[in-house]
Each structure stands twice: as C-alpha cells, then as structure tokens.
C-alpha cells in the first residue's frame, strides 16, 4: 500500500494532535509530510523530532523568526503565504483542523487542486459554504472530522439524496445542561471550559457550553450536505455515544453510535473508503451499554442556538459576522471581561448592527464580514464590562 502524503493544519491543537496520534499509530499508512500551526514553536519542535516532516509552516511571522529548525533539511515558511504554499507541495491529503478562519484561501487552493481533504475547521464552511462547496468535486474529496458531521457523511453513505427526509446532529449539552440561569450568570471560565464528555480546545468548549457550536454545525451542515434548513434539527443526547441521525423516506433511520473519542471519525476521513483497525485503546462501548436517550434542547436558556439557525435565514452574509463576533465574545469571556449570559446580545446586538447586503457575491466579502463581527462584538464587549 502506498502510503498517504499528510499535511496537518493545526498540528499543535486538539484536532492536530489526534490526527498525529492516528499517524503514529499507522505509520505504513501515513506519512507526515508538513505541519502549520499559529505560533507554538515549542510544540512544533516536538512534533518536528518526531515526525521530521518536509517542510513546516508558522503563520505568525514573528514567532517565525525564532524558529531554528532541528533538522537541516526542514524548510520553514511562513505566514499566510507560508500557509498558501502548503497547498503547492507533494500531498495527497490536508487536514484542516486549525481554529478561526485564516485557512481559508490554502482550504480553496486544495480543494481546486482536487486534493483530498479532512475538514475539522467548522468556521470554513459556516463563513464560506456556498463558495467553498462549489469547488468541491465530489461526494469524498471533502471529508467531514466534526463528529456530527462524520456522522451524517457516513449514515449518507450509499444512499440517495432524494430519499433524505431529515437529518439530526447530537448535542452533548454541554456542561450547563441542568444549571439554572443565576448559575450560568456566575460561570467562571473554569467551570464552563469542563465539558462533560469531550476534551477541546478552548474556543469550542465555551461554544459548547451556550450551544452555540450546535448553530453553527446546522448552518455546517447545512452547506455541507446541501439541506434546507428546516431539514436539518438538533438533539441533546447526552453522553455523546450517537453522533448523527439520518431519517429516510421509508420510516427507516440511522444512526451513528460510537465512543466520544475524535480519532475515530478522524481515522475514518483519513483512510476513507477503508476503516482502521483501532485497537482496545479506543474502547467500544458494549451494545447493553447504549443509552438512545435524546432531550429537546432548551432555546429559551440556549438562544445562541437559535440566533445562528436565525442568521442563516437572514441571508449568507450573516453567519460570517457571528463567526467573528463569537470569536470576539468567547475572548472577552475568557478574559472576566463579560458574563457567559452576555455572548448572546452581544451576538445579537453585532447581527443588528449590521446594515449592508444580506447576501454576499464573493468569498472575499464573507471574510470582510468576519472582522467586522469581531471588532464590532470587541466594542460591544468593552461597553458591556463598563456597565457591569
Ligand atoms: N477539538 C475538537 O474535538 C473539535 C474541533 N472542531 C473544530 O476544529 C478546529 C480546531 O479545534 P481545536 O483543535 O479544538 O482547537 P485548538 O485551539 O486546540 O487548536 C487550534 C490549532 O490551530 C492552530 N492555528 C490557529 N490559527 C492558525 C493559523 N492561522 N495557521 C496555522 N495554524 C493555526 C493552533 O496553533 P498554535 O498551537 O500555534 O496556536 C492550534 O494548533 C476548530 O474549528 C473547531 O471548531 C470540530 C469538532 C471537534
Ligand atoms: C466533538 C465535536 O464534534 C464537538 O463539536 C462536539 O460536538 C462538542 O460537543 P457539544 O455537543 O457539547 O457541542
Ligand atoms: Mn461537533
């Protein structure tokens, strides 16, 4: 078997560091040809003695700076150019699992080159689907990670489009499930950051702590598997056992069962149509163990899921601006700045702020939009903490 040429975006994060961990494990699969991360030089030189890519990329130049690479033959680049030249080397696979947008053009360039690509990074497509989605060639070149959307990507597997009634993403609940309103009010960021059943980076455990991560993943959804809105629901099931639900034409449903560990739909984007052999490590949970116990979600305590469905309604410039606000809002709760019961009028008042065309003709112009949401849900922010 040939082995695969990888490149991981975001080698350094949660997602990174489980892609690697599947690379390590199959090392007559994969080889790890180039890694890109923000700016964690310390955790890049680690990587880099063990998986001694080609080249490696450090998109904040003046971290860049300081990187002496270990090996003579590593070459270092930089930058967004760095990240765009990625793309141009000899790969057959991308991961894109870095956080926040900037990965977007070197995503378009792969996905132009007709490479095959494992997509973690939500923000591409809530920011960028109908443009993104367009250059997409076929039903595998695009491979969902977020596990929801493994999900639904595997339940479609062999089915027709036409026979599709609804689909149904899961939701953990995450860790204010059964707190009341005055408990979520006094969150500090260490009670929000433990999230019940999944291990993330910071940004989406606080997006899974007001359920907004579950709005955006509609409007991922959505894109990704070209269904209207209405078409496409969110449960809470809470120990994240089942991942997706597709309901067909016939009454007949599927659903997508497995432990709450993301190398396994990893593993399946990477050696898709084949599935990897995981070994007792990953732990498969017995069939008397399942619980298909599944909850409405509460719009009423967790309207920042609602707010996104909302915002797809509204026209495609609209999930870009709450992409950047949120980015904005999740910072500012991070840092005592504002409550976690604040991120959403902070949301709402930025969608409102908003005056411009509601749908957008270009990539470029959803981007725009995504600084826009984040200084202005920066300002907000300040105004919102001088009120306190
Ligand atoms: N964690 C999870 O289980 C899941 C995550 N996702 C999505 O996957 C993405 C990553 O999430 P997660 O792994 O939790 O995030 P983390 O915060 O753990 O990691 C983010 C990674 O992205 C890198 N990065 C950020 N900006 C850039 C950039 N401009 N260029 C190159 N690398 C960059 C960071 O590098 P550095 O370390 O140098 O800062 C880091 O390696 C998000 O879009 C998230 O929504 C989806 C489903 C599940
Ligand atoms: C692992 C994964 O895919 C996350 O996006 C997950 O969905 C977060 O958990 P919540 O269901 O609590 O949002
Ligand atoms: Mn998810």
Redesign the pocket.
Known sequence: MNKKRLAV????????R?TLDICRRFPEAFEVRAL?????LK??KALEGEFKPKFV?I??EAAARDYVPLFDGTRVLKGKEG?KLLVQEDLDHIVF????T??IPALMTALARKMEVSL????SLVVGGPWVMETVDSFDQLRP???EHSAIWQCLLGERREDIEEIALTASGGPFLHATYEEMKNATPEIALKHPT????????I?SATLF?KG?EIIEACYLFSMPLDRVKAVVQPDSLIHGCVRFCDGSSKLLLSKPD?RIPISFALSYPRRLRLDEAFHRPQITEWKVNFLKIDEEKFPCYGLARRALQMGNAYPPILVGADEAAVEAFLGGVISMVDIFPLLERTLLSYNGPSNLNSLEEAIALVDFGRREAGRLSRLFSERR
Do not use: H
């Not at 975006?9 to 990174?16: D, L």
């Not at 890109?36 to 964690?40: D, G, I, L, Q, T």
């Not at 973690?120 to 923000?123: D, I, M, V």
């Open positions: 975006v975001g080698a350094t994060g949660s997602i990174g489980s890109a991360v923000r700016s964690n955790g890049l990329v998109y904040e990240l699992a870095s956080s926040g900037d990965a973690a990074n939500k923000e990670i977020d596990s999944w291990r993330m980076g910071a940004k989406i455990t997006d991560n955006l993301m």
